[in-house]
């Protein structure tokens, strides 16, 4: 059960964090990436509160 609940889980996280590379610019790409990790420390700290 707890492997279906990670899957689950990487999969939404994985598209967040891999954006589809050969489809953006160099700096389309990076944005995309810097956005993801300012929108996983936001999850993240409403998490632990």
Known sequence: MNIQ????????INLIFRPRRYQ?????YQQARSDAFNL??????????
Request: charged share 20%.
């Open 5 to 12: 609940r990670f899957l689950s889980a990487h999969d939404q």
């Open 24 to 28: 953006l610019t160099a700096s389309s």
């Open 40 to 49: 996983w420390d936001e999850y993240t700290a409403e998490m632990v509160v």
